[in-house]
């Protein structure tokens, strides 16, 4: 089993920053890769970004290329994202998931889910 708790959600206006946090805990994660999804009233599920942990390789969806970044302190098994000039279709349910080995876009591929953070954007 993995635990995840997901934290750092708020509100911010259009333009900021907001970094979430996930913190994970149950299993040695070196052989478990990370990821971030989102979810807004009426929508489906969307990947945002992913990390292998052992390489520390990523992907991200094409909606956040560019303004998110993902990444991982180790020490703390925590993965971060840091998401900037966020913009009003940004706001959602963000969730923290983690699956064995490789990253993946499909959340239907993850096995471990946090309860999600909520972020809203404010124009």
């Known amino acids: 089993q993995v635990q995840l708790v997901e934290s750092g959600g708020g509100l911010v206006q259009v333009g900021g920053s907001l970094r979430l946090s996930c913190a994970a805990s149950?299993?040695?994660?070196?052989?478990?890769?990370m990821g971030w999804f989102r979810q807004a009233p009426g929508k489906e599920r969307e990947f945002v970004a992913g990390?292998?942990?052992?390489?520390?390789?990523?992907l991200y969806g094409d909606s956040v290329k560019g303004r998110f970044t993902i990444s991982i302190d180790n020490a703390k098994n925590t993965v971060y994202l840091q998401a900037n000039s966020l913009k009003p279709e940004d706001a959602a349910v963000y969730y923290c998931?983690?699956?064995?080995?490789?990253?993946?876009?499909?959340?239907?591929?993850?096995?471990?889910w946090g309860q999600g953070t909520q972020v809203t954007v404010s124009s």
């Open positions: 990390i292998k942990y052992s390489s520390g390789s990523t």
């Open positions: 998931a983690s699956r064995r080995f490789y990253v993946s876009s499909r959340a239907t591929e993850y096995d471990y």
């Open positions: 149950g299993r040695a994660l070196i052989n478990y890769a």
